[in-house]
């Protein structure tokens, strides 16, 4: 089992690009969730989803969006980068209610 | 507003002694809570979780200590080994009625040989 497998790993972007990370987990997991993890801030939730076809808002959602076409998969978007977006990024996914969040590798995102 | 907090951004162990790492949480409802372990250029992986229920949780040379009045909750590792030597993330959770995991900031442990 892969588990949990976001692409591309590593990113440049100038300001003002738009770039999509995509994530996909092979758990038949319900839940999925976007974070990113900056120095001295620990992790903080971007946007998460509870199903197919849902999306929602976590802790910082300004300047990204999302989609969940397929359970599998969970797609952050940046429409136009900027260098306050340079940063990890960590895709995690869990079944239901309980359950810990299994992460991916993370994707290094730099925007100049 | 940060609602975990680990207040320690780093921690030095010899090895085979206990390490001790702290998380406080500001919001009472939060009923689930877990630790992580993140190497360098991976991503977290699961290490130990506690329900509001219980008050310590045991998983071989981890335990993680839940203390609800004073909101706060501790992971000891006994005895520490140099491969424990990593960065610690706690999180907090409300089961029933929510679907957001809050993470604090991290700790570095670095155990020394």
């Known amino acids: 089992n892969a588990g949990v497998t976001q692409t591309p790993k590593f990113r440049v972007l100038k300001t003002g690009q738009s770039m999509t990370l995509l994530c996909a987990q092979d758990?038949?997991?319900?839940?999925m969730y976007w974070y990113r993890q900056d120095p001295g801030m620990g992790l903080r939730l971007i946007h998460y989803?509870?199903?197919?076809?849902?999306?929602a808002k976590g802790e910082v959602p300004d300047g990204y969006n999302v989609s969940r076409l397929k359970k599998q998969n969970f797609l952050l978007g940046l429409e136009s980068a900027a260098p306050s977006q340079t940063s990890v990024y960590f895709c995690?996914?869990?079944?239901?209610?309980?359950?810990?969040?299994?992460f991916g590798e993370g994707s290094r995102l730099t925007v100049l | 507003d940060q609602q975990v907090k680990q207040n320690s951004p780093s921690l030095s162990v010899q090895e085979g002694r206990i390490s001790i790492l702290n998380c406080d949480y500001t919001?009472?409802?939060?009923?689930?809570f877990l630790w992580y372990k993140k190497y360098p250029a991976e991503g977290p992986t699961f290490l130990i979780s506690?329900?509001?229920?219980?008050d310590k949780n045991e998983d071989g040379r981890f335990t993680v200590f839940l203390n609800k009045s004073a909101k706060h909750l501790s992971l000891h590792i006994v005895p520490s080994q140099p491969g424990d030597s990593a960065v610690y993330f706690c999180?907090?959770?409300?089961?029933?009625?929510?679907?957001?995991?809050?993470f604090g900031t991290g700790t570095s442990l670095t155990v020394i040989p």
């Open positions: 506690i329900s509001s229920i219980k």
């Open positions: 919001n009472s409802m939060f009923d689930y």
């Open positions: 999180a907090a959770s409300r089961v029933h009625t929510g679907n957001q995991f809050y």
């Open positions: 758990m038949n997991h319900e839940y």
């Open positions: 995690a996914s869990r079944t239901g209610n309980t359950g810990e969040l299994f």
């Open positions: 989803s509870v199903g197919e076809g849902t999306t």
